[in-house]
């Protein structure tokens, strides 16, 4: 690369790549950039390779047993197939696979959105709040090694609901997970400048607030401005847009915080999630989805009950998907239940081209997106096949 306008040029092209799932081609670039002294090359190099080489140098190279694609910061690896593992591998499973755990502290919300599970069942009416045992369990659990990723605080609730108690985990997460990212995902009903305020100090790292319409009132990208706008000034901060995608998404940077805000909103009703077949007539048509999806490798999602779905699509505490729940954290530790027997035939499934199983089969997330080219994604295949023939054949139904 012969000039600085070279290596930008390059960066961004290997960005690109990367970005879309081929992988190979954009280390290969960043490899060359470091090569040639580019100071973002060898940062980028370094920050993919970090999480393999996080596994153990003693056995990460062993053929067919550990590596196969790297999928953004994480590893793709045969563990994450195989339900056989001893304490140490679940733990490496884990660690080179997840890298968001979301934790419901609370049950309540005070939305019925139509496009939400939360319009078919009662989370109103009353609050559930997760036990100290299960919040200690998954807390314990993650600082046991080292968790650096992200740990969410939120699933179908309203966290700001009950906001004195939601600072208090969040503070105990902060103490005991100093490198994790720590979110709340919030639809801003409730969130006033002096809450604001308080969860800079209570070490959250990022924010999410979405602007949801009044209740069956469909997308109207103005009202849609409006609210973010008024949330903006409300909270004392400037507004950038940062996405915008017409008559579907619409996303904004809050400025003037120590923590990252973002404030969005989309339309859900043509362009959302059923929601695992809960929802069929919300997002985009799929008759049969083949492509992969990596929610059950990338994911962990703990509901206020301390159940454990393999998707965020999914809502444990209803009858329809209580036979997608894979554990339960007052059961067995997140490792033991990472690399169960359930957990694992859901990424064999779901991350291998071909059809998926109900309610998958009809999801649209991400389903148009290409995450590897196509040698990347023959190896993953492979490797499920193997980790089905290891089974003698014999693939349990999922749920």
């Given at each position: 690369?012969?000039?600085?306008?070279?290596?930008?040029?390059?960066?961004?092209?290997?960005?690109?790549?990367?970005?879309?799932?081929?992988?190979?081609?954009?280390?290969?670039?960043?490899?060359?950039?470091?090569?040639?002294?580019?100071?973002?090359?060898?940062?980028?190099?370094?920050?993919?390779?970090?999480?393999?080489?996080?596994?153990?140098?003693?056995?990460?190279?062993?053929?067919?047993?550990?590596?196969?694609?790297?999928?953004?910061?994480?590893?793709?690896?045969?563990?994450?197939?195989?339900?056989?593992?001893?304490?140490?591998?679940?733990?490496?499973?884990?660690?080179?696979?997840?890298?968001?755990?979301?934790?419901?502290?609370?049950?309540?919300?005070?939305?019925?959105?139509?496009?939400?599970?939360?319009?078919?069942?009662?989370?109103?009416?009353?609050?559930?709040?997760?036990?100290?045992?299960?919040?200690?369990?998954?807390?314990?659990?993650?600082?046991?090694?080292?968790?650096a990723w992200r740990l969410h605080f939120h699933g179908y609730n309203e966290p700001l609901m009950h906001f004195d108690n939601l600072v208090t985990r969040i503070q105990t997460a902060r103490k005991r997970l100093p490198k994790a990212s720590l979110c709340i995902f919030t639809?801003?009903?409730?969130?006033?400048?002096?809450?604001?305020?308080?969860?800079?100090?209570?070490?959250?790292?990022?924010?999410?607030?979405?602007?949801?319409?009044?209740?069956?009132?469909?997308?109207?990208?103005?009202?849609?401005?409006?609210?973010?706008?008024?949330?903006?000034?409300?909270?004392?901060?400037?507004?950038?847009?940062?996405?915008?995608?017409?008559?579907?998404?619409?996303?904004?940077?809050?400025?003037?915080?120590?923590?990252?805000?973002?404030?969005?909103?989309?339309?859900?009703?043509?362009?959302?999630?059923?929601?695992?077949?809960?929802?069929?007539?919300?997002?985009?048509?799929?008759?049969?989805?083949?492509?992969?999806?990596?929610?059950?490798?990338?994911?962990?999602?703990?509901?206020?009950?301390?159940?454990?779905?393999?998707?965020?699509?999914?809502?444990?505490?209803?009858?329809?998907h209580r036979p997608y729940v894979v554990g339960n954290v007052a059961d067995a530790s997140l490792f033991d239940i990472y690399a169960n027997e359930k957990y694992t035939d859901w990424r064999i499934n779901v991350l291998s081209t071909g059809k998926k199983p109900v309610p998958?089969?009809?999801?649209?997330?991400?389903?148009?997106?290409?995450?590897?080219?196509?040698?990347?994604q023959n190896l993953i295949d492979k490797a499920i096949a193997e980790a089905v023939a290891q089974k003698d054949g014999t693939l349990a139904a999922v749920g």
């Amino acid at each position: 690369m012969e000039t600085e306008e070279d290596a930008t040029r390059y960066l961004v092209a290997a960005d690109i790549l990367f970005a879309n799932g081929w992988v190979a081609k954009a280390l290969q670039i960043y490899r060359n950039m470091a090569a040639d002294g580019h100071a973002v090359g060898i940062d980028k190099f370094r920050r993919i390779m970090q999480a393999y080489d996080a596994l153990d140098p003693a056995t990460r190279d062993l053929p067919g047993q550990r590596h196969i694609a790297f999928v953004g910061d994480h590893v793709v690896s045969t563990l994450h197939f195989n339900s056989n593992l001893n304490e140490y591998e679940k733990k490496v499973a884990f660690l080179s696979g997840v890298r968001m755990v979301e934790l419901e502290t609370s049950s309540q919300c005070n939305r019925r959105c139509h496009y939400c599970p939360n319009s078919k069942y009662d989370r109103i009416s009353g609050n559930t709040y997760i036990s100290d045992a299960v919040f200690n369990r998954v807390i314990d659990d993650l600082a046991s090694v080292d968790y650096a990723w992200r740990l969410h605080f939120h699933g179908y609730n309203e966290p700001l609901m009950h906001f004195d108690n939601l600072v208090t985990r969040i503070q105990t997460a902060r103490k005991r997970l100093p490198k994790a990212s720590l979110c709340i995902f919030t639809n801003g009903d409730y969130l006033t400048k002096d809450m604001f305020c308080q969860l800079e100090d209570s070490g959250i790292n990022a924010v999410i607030l979405s602007v949801h319409m009044p209740p069956n009132k469909p997308w109207n990208e103005r009202d849609v401005l409006q609210r973010i706008f008024d949330k903006a000034n409300e909270l004392d901060q400037k507004a950038m847009l940062t996405e915008y995608d017409a008559g579907k998404y619409m996303k904004f940077l809050l400025l003037g915080s120590n923590m990252t805000v973002s404030i969005h909103e989309g339309n859900y009703d043509d362009f959302g999630s059923n929601r695992g077949n809960l929802l069929p007539s919300v997002g985009e048509d799929v008759d049969e989805r083949t492509r992969p999806c990596f929610h059950p490798m990338m994911f962990f999602i703990v509901n206020y009950r301390g159940d454990v779905v393999p998707c965020c699509d999914f809502v444990g505490d209803i009858p329809e998907h209580r036979p997608y729940v894979v554990g339960n954290v007052a059961d067995a530790s997140l490792f033991d239940i990472y690399a169960n027997e359930k957990y694992t035939d859901w990424r064999i499934n779901v991350l291998s081209t071909g059809k998926k199983p109900v309610p998958c089969n009809t999801c649209s997330q991400f389903d148009k997106r290409k995450r590897f080219d196509d040698d990347t994604q023959n190896l993953i295949d492979k490797a499920i096949a193997e980790a089905v023939a290891q089974k003698d054949g014999t693939l349990a139904a999922v749920g």
